[in-house]
């Protein structure tokens, strides 16, 4: 098979899609003792997936998350990770990264969000 075939045969029964542009929030967990009481999350790339053609409408996304966010939170500091699945397999997987700063709260806020987080 000859290189021109090759590409013909890849672009013919397989398609890409854009699934996530970057710098979008695509979740907004919550964030224990910080000045604010959730972060955004996104990714740094636009996340492409190639699939075989009209298998598009099977992809499902899961987001891996901590269970507790304690602020300080920087910029683009890696949170969690977005997986792309088709089926069992996996086809994608990206950080997901905070899309702000969340900086940590006064000493007050600070012992409030301890006592939740101590009864919670």
């Known amino acids: 098979m000859d290189s021109q075939a090759l590409l013909n045969w890849g672009f013919r029964f397989h398609e890409t899609h854009r699934l996530y542009e970057a710098g979008k929030a695509l979740a907004s967990p919550k964030v224990w003792k910080g000045e604010e009481d959730e972060v955004q999350l996104g990714v740094a790339q636009p996340l492409l997936v190639t699939t075989a053609r009209g298998k598009y409408d099977r992809l499902k996304a899961t987001m891996d998350l901590p269970k507790s ?42 012992a409030w969000d301890a006592i939740r987080l101590w009864i919670k």
């Open 69 to 110: 966010l304690v602020a300080p939170i920087a910029k683009g500091q890696k949170i969690g990770t977005l997986k792309v699945m088709l089926g069992t397999e996996q086809v994608g997987a990206v950080p997901l990264e905070a899309l702000e700063d969340v900086p940590e709260a006064g000493i007050f806020g600070r």
